[in-house]
Structures are given as structure tokens and as C-alpha cells.
């Protein structure tokens, strides 16, 4: 094991790729905004330069298998419950900053790739979960849902777009070892509808399963007029991903590389929200 921070200048990168055949770069940062470009951005680039020196000095390609976000490709244009289907070939839109630099570190590594000396498999991956996931925005709605605070906003049909830890490890490391995957880009998306996700959760905590729907217009409104210093759960962004309607199929890298979801995105993350009570 070596440790190093990507983001120091005295950050040794020889010294990482020093035994290397394979790069997995799964280093990333979704909170600190100021510290993003100089991880995803500038220490993508310092690490790709040392991996293409080393290839250059061993004269063997090395691949490169980079975990990215379903992010790059941003949100409809447009009302943000507009049904759309997202593919590896739909353009890219990046609008935060975590998702832009992602999509500039994905750029990086293509145009490393036209130097002879690296290979890529890039994965964007939807939101990733699991039983020790860092993420609280799950665990939060399991206790809105536990205290039967939780209620559907707009007309049925939202999609949630989850990935399951272990399956993101699967395609990885699939992507790692079989050359289908050279200078491929995947998504990975075990998309179901909300209803299920909230119907097993609700289950989960043995709770009625939430039967509240209010208008879209009417939540909106109303977050739209509370003034800044109440601190209201619902916020714009959290309303346009639950009445989200974009789906990530994973076709390609089912078609290509014979990788498909394992882990029933309902059934998992019943098992997240009881492990956070402390049942089984």
C-alpha cells in the first residue's frame, strides 16, 4: 500500500505507478468543491504523466480504468421530470463543479490514449450504495420515510437511478482484465421505478408504505418562497431528483463485456436501512 495525496505538488507519482500493469483511478472528491479540480483535474494529469513516462521507459501500454459519473451528462433540459433515456453516446453537460471536472478528467484520459501508451475503460456509474456507503442523503430518506414524514411529489413514474457497490466492483474489475473494454466507455444503472425503492424501505421499517402525492407545482412554490435561514429538506435540486424520469441503461456493457447489475436495488437497500436500525 502507498499512500499519497493527488492534490500536493511534492505528491511523488513515479512512485505510484511504480509496479502498476493495471490503474484503477477511483479517487474523487463530492463535497469539497475547492478541492476538486486540483484532485480530479490537475492529479489526474500528474498521474497520467507518470504512467505514460513508465510505459514509455518499459515499453509496455498500460490500461487505465477510470470511475467516472452518469453526472457528466447532466440533467433534461427543461423540466427536470421529462422522460429521457441516457447512452453512453447521449452529449455531454456537465453542471456542477464535481461533475465538470469529472467530465474534463474523463477528456484527459482519452487524449492520453492517443499517445500509443495507455488504454482507457471509463465507467460512470448512478449514484453508488452501500451498507457502509459515507453518503447520508439514503440514510435520510429512510428516516423520513421510518417517521412517515415522506410523500411523493408530482405523478407517479419517478425513476431511481442506484448502483449497487458490489456491482460496481464487478464491472470494474471486468473492465480491467478483458480487452473489449479498451478505450470503451460504460454506463452502469440498475434503474427502477420509486414506488419500488420506497414501497421496500417502508417495508423495511415496518411502516405503512407512504401513499401522500402533492402537485410538483404546489412543492416547489412553496421552497421557492421560504426564505434562507429556514433549513427545509426539500431544496431545488432534491425536487428534480424525485421526480426525476431519466433512465441509464446498461446495455452496452452488458452487450460487450456480458456485465449486468446483480443486486436488486430494492432488496439492497432494505438491507442498508435495517443494518442502520440494527435488524437483519
Known amino acids: 500500500m502507498i499512500k499519497a495525496d493527488l492534490t500536493s505538488k511534492n505528491c511523488r507519482f513515479e512512485k505510484i505507478v511504480e509496479s502498476c500493469d493495471v490503474i484503477f483511478h477511483c479517487a474523487g472528491d463530492i463535497r469539497n468543491k475547492d478541492a476538486m479540480k486540483r484532485l480530479h483535474v490537475d492529479g489526474t494529469q500528474h498521474l497520467l504523466n507518470a504512467i505514460i513516462d513508465k510505459a514509455k521507459k518499459n515499453n509496455k501500454v498500460i490500461h487505465w480504468v477510470q470511475l467516472s459519473s452518469v453526472g ?117 444503472s440498475n434503474d427502477c421505478l420509486q414506488e419500488e425503492m420506497i414501497n421496500s424501505i417502508a417495508y423495511a421499517f415496518s411502516v405503512p408504505t407512504p401513499k401522500i402525492r402533492v402537485p410538483e407545482l404546489l412543492i416547489r412554490s412553496v421552497v421557492s418562497l421560504l426564505p434562507s435561514f429556514i433549513d427545509c429538506p426539500l431544496t431545488v435540486s432534491r425536487i428534480d431528483a424525485l421526480v426525476s424520469r431519466t433512465y441509464y441503461p446498461y446495455t452496452l456493457i452488458e452487450n460487450t463485456l456480458g456485465v449486468s447489475p446483480k443486486e436488486s436495488v430494492p432488496r439492497a437497500i432494505k438491507k442498508v436501512v435495517l443494518k442502520e436500525r440494527g435488524g437483519k
Open 72 to 188: 457528466v451528462y447532466g440533467g433534461p433540459e427543461g423540466n427536470a421530470n421529462k422522460q429521457r433515456i441516457v447512452t453512453e453516446n447521449s452529449a455531454i453537460n456537465p453542471q456542477g463543479e464535481y461533475e465538470t471536472t469529472k467530465a474534463i478528467a474523463d477528456e484527459l484520459l482519452i487524449k492520453a490514449s492517443k499517445t500509443g501508451w495507455v488504454t482507457y475503460t471509463i465507467l460512470r456509474p448512478s449514484i453508488v450504495f452501500g451498507e457502509t456507503m459515507p453518503n447520508k442523503s439514503l440514510r435520510s430518506l429512510g428516516w423520513m420515510i421510518a417517521k412517515k414524514m415522506f410523500f411523493y411529489i408530482g405523478t407517479p413514474g419517478a425513476v431511481a437511478t442506484y448502483i449497487h457497490v458490489d456491482d460496481v466492483i464487478n464491472a470494474l474489475v471486468q473492465c480491467s482484465i478483458d480487452s473489449r473494454a479498451e478505450n470503451k466507455v460504460f454506463n452502469i
